[in-house]
């Protein structure tokens, strides 16, 4: 079965959340990361993609870029514009865009059951960015983005979220530059945190749906730590590397968008040649319109 932990999250001040908020990392590069920390200073792009806040050029996996991160992260504490709260707690997160509302978890889940495959994968990671992962949670001593995880909705589950959204307020309510309408609430009620955590604990599994380099690097970090950790643990009580930050969304509430790619060269062939070489191994089918594809296996081109 699943297990989740509650977490004493280091997090934006509420005044300041949206100036902080920032898209994942590995969604723009570093240029595109320069202007959007032009245009916001404050924002956290300056610690997960700390190497747009050095010199042009600058190699994104050199030691400064990491050093430059634990900088920045510390500068966010020492001015007060984050604070860590005082006691562990699970986080609900909502999120709405194009009308897609999506109501999640922020918790923590242990690096042994993604050993375990409790927490399952379902792509291949590579060594580089595994790296870069495990050199960025090591110099910042956190992990500053969560694992995107999903799982097979309870009711159960559903219903105990939204009681707890009726009975508390959110902390952050606001609109992101991107459009999407963001929301967070702060669980700390022991009680209601034991009961969160229970009701998890009839989950069986959980899938990545993103964040596999993030989940190694932790998994990497925690192993490394174990060699020279000398420490006596009860299992309840294990230490904060043994776990993953993640969000963690039911299936029902997960709306799957278009990931498209260009075909840059066509190796020499025609656009005929092209196709012709696609048919080896697909039905190729003209179609007057776009195609989005509505069921497994089929693709538009």
Do not use: W
């Amino acid at each position: 079965m699943a297990t989740i932990q509650p977490f004493r999250g280091l997090r934006p001040v509420p005044e300041l959340a949206a100036e902080i908020a920032s898209l994942p990392y590995d969604v723009m590069n570093t240029e595109e990361a320069r202007k959007e920390i032009e245009k916001h200073p404050l924002s956290f792009l300056t610690v997960t993609k700390s190497e747009a806040t050095l010199p042009e050029g600058t190699d994104p996996y050199s030691e400064a870029v990491y050093e430059k991160a634990k900088e920045n992260l510390d500068a966010y504490v020492a001015k007060g514009q984050m604070k860590q709260d005082p006691a562990p707690c699970y986080y609900i997160y909502r999120q709405m865009m194009d009308g897609n509302i999506q109501i999640g978890i922020t918790a923590c889940v242990p690096v042994a059951e993604y050993n375990a495959g409790i927490i399952k994968r379902h792509e291949l990671t590579r060594a580089e960015k595994e790296q870069d992962r495990v050199n960025h949670i090591l110099a910042t001593q956190a992990q500053t983005g969560p694992v995107f995880l999903t799982y097979r909705g309870r009711p159960e589950i559903d219903s105990y979220v939204l009681h707890l959204m009726s009975n508390h307020k959110p902390v952050y309510h606001f609109r992101a530059g991107d459009g999407v309408s963001n929301m967070l609430y702060v669980i700390d009620n022991p009680l209601e945190v034991r009961e969160l955590t229970y009701l998890f604990r009839q989950v069986p599994a959980f899938y990545i749906a993103d964040g596999h380099h993030r989940c190694a690097g932790a998994a990497r970090v925690a192993k490394e730590r174990e060699r020279t950790d000398t420490g006596v643990y009860m299992i309840d009580e294990m230490p904060e590397y043994e776990y993953v930050q993640a969000v963690i969304f039911p299936d029902r509430m997960m709306h799957i968008i278009d990931y498209n790619r260009l075909v840059k060269d066509l190796a020499g062939r025609t656009p005929e040649q092209f196709l012709q070489a696609v048919g080896e191994n697909f039905d190729v089918v003209p179609q007057d319109q776009p195609v989005q594809p509505r069921q497994k296996h089929t693709f538009g081109m």
